[in-house]
T-cell receptor, first 113, second 110 residues
């Protein structure tokens, strides 16, 4: 089944404790992206990647890192999480940089205490 | 997923009626405009897109209209069904970055 998977689905952590949210797609898509979703703000793009070893900042990259060593994986790293990073996170992939039809993962709900 | 529905504009429609969801966009240079549907507890799902050089595009039970003069996008859903209840987002893309609107919650009244 073609899909985007994220792990973990739920995470509660404390301020300053490094964490990684994994994202994997099995559709051989070139483009991958991370979004955060907050009430009243919609989805905001954190980082995106046009292909392996190519990553760029979205609209809200502060406090986040990403890497794209393999085509299928695009982990999101929070080196020192803070409470304002409490949010619902979505990973998405698209066939190429046209980014017309994105396929989204199921989401990761992160709470930083 | 439930909390993302709070504070959103809400459209209530009787089952069987047509729904019109509106969106204002900001970037005149956007190449494509896209509508996504997000059901409770799930990630957004692609519905339909329209290229910036088009005014109208039709899909199955959905029509998207683009008015570049006033930077306005709309999604029309024909014969709205209970399964259409969701949050609908418009998005604009310049071929790499994607910007989403805040969303509209559609409630279908049986």
């Amino acid at each position: 089944e073609a899909q985007v998977t994220q792990n973990p689905r739920y995470l509660i952590t404390v301020t300053g404790k490094k964490l990684t949210v994994t994202c994997s797609q099995n559709m051989n898509h070139e483009y991958m992206s991370w979004y955060r979703q907050d009430p009243g703000l919609g989805l905001r793009q954190i980082y995106y990647s046009m292909n392996v070893e190519v990553t760029d900042k979205g609209d809200v990259p502060e406090g986040y890192k990403v890497s794209r060593k393999e085509k299928r994986n695009f982990p999101l790293i929070l080196e020192s999480p803070s409470p304002n990073q409490t949010s619902l996170y979505f990973c998405a992939s698209a066939l190429n940089g046209g980014v017309i039809e994105q396929f989204f993962g199921p989401g990761t709900r992160l709470t930083v205490l | 997923g439930e909390s993302v529905g709070l504070h959103l504009p809400t459209l209530s429609v009787q089952e069987g009626d047509n729904s019109i969801i509106n969106c204002a966009y900001s970037n005149s240079a956007s190449d494509y405009f896209i509508w996504y549907k997000q059901e409770s507890g799930k990630g957004p799902q692609f519905i339909i897109d329209i290229r910036s050089n088009m005014d109208k595009r039709q899909g199955q039970r959905v029509t998207v209209l683009l008015n570049k003069t006033v930077k306005h996008l709309s999604l029309q859903i024909a014969a709205t069904q209970p399964g259409d209840s969701a949050v609908y987002f418009c998005a604009e893309t310049t071929y790499q970055k994607v910007t989403f609107g805040i969303g509209t919650k559609l409630q279908v009244i049986p």
